[in-house]
């Protein structure tokens, strides 16, 4: 079973950026992708960003590719979220996630705690 904890999140203001990092442990660190989740107030949570192990294939939900970057490092077992031109909508729990196939979110079910991630206007 992998564990997942996530770290970097923080109050920031509208047009900055934010580096998320996540370290995985446990389970076989080449057979499951990485990614990332946000659940907002009041909202369920939804898919950003995923990594599939080797290669680095990545996948995004719409529209977030262009200010959202996912990577990797695989010495280090870490994945990381570069958030750029961050808006008060991206306010949200982000949440570092485990799943069998990077480009479909259904197969994520293995969660770290979550960072809380607050962009004021």
């Known amino acids: 079973q992998v564990q997942l904890v996530e770290s970097g999140g923080r109050l920031v203001q509208a047009g900055d950026s934010l580096r998320l990092s996540c370290v995985a442990s446990?389970?076989?660190?080449?057979?499951?992708?990485l990614g990332w989740f946000r659940q907002a107030p009041g909202k369920v949570r939804e898919f950003v960003a995923a990594?599939?192990?080797?290669?680095?294939?990545?996948y995004y939900a719409d529209g977030l590719s262009g200010r959202f970057t996912i990577s990797k490092d695989n010495a280090k077992n870490t994945v990381g979220l570069q958030m750029n031109s961050l808006k008060p909508e991206d306010t949200a729990v982000y949440y570092c996630?485990?799943?069998?196939?990077?480009?479909?979110?259904?197969?994520?079910?293995?969660w770290g705690q979550g960072t809380q991630v607050t962009v004021s206007s």
């Open positions: 996630a485990a799943g069998s196939h990077y480009s479909d979110p259904r197969t994520f079910g293995s």
């Open positions: 446990g389970g076989t660190f080449n057979s499951y992708a």
């Open positions: 990594i599939s192990w080797n290669p680095d294939n990545t």
